[in-house]
């Protein structure tokens, strides 16, 4: 069984940077590809980043171009999302998700195991 655990999250001013890191175990992280959602309060959980097995290849939601950057180590069974220029609008709960494949994908159904996310608060 996987576990993920997220951590970096805390109260930053607009304008402001976070890192926020996964660790996973359980299974053969670079098996996989991985992902990061976030859920607003009274907000469907919505796409923000994933990253392929190796991490050669990424993709973002339009919201977060730009600003985010999905990457992973490996050797560390951890993928990280640097996420600069922030905005209240980026106020969430996010959580990281491991992929059924070695792939990348924004379907939060491609994904099997979910963290049980960090607290991101942007104040403006």
């Known amino acids: 069984q996987v576990q993920l655990v997220e951590s970096g999250g805390g109260l930053v001013q607009a304008g402001g940077s976070l890192r926020l890191s996964c660790v996973s175990s359980g299974r053969t992280f670079s098996d996989f590809g991985m992902g990061w959602f976030r859920q607003a309060p009274g907000k469907e959980r919505q796409f923000v980043a994933t990253?392929?097995?190796?991490?050669?290849?990424?993709y973002y939601a339009d919201s977060v171009k730009g600003r985010f950057t999905i990457s992973r180590n490996n050797a560390k069974n951890t993928v990280y999302l640097q996420m600069n220029s922030l905005s209240p609008e980026d106020t969430a709960v996010y959580y990281c998700a491991r992929s059924q494949s070695s792939g990348w994908s924004g379907n939060q159904y491609a994904y099997e195991d979910w963290g049980q996310g960090t607290q991101v608060t942007v104040s403006s």
């Open positions: 990253i392929n097995w190796s991490g050669g290849n990424t």
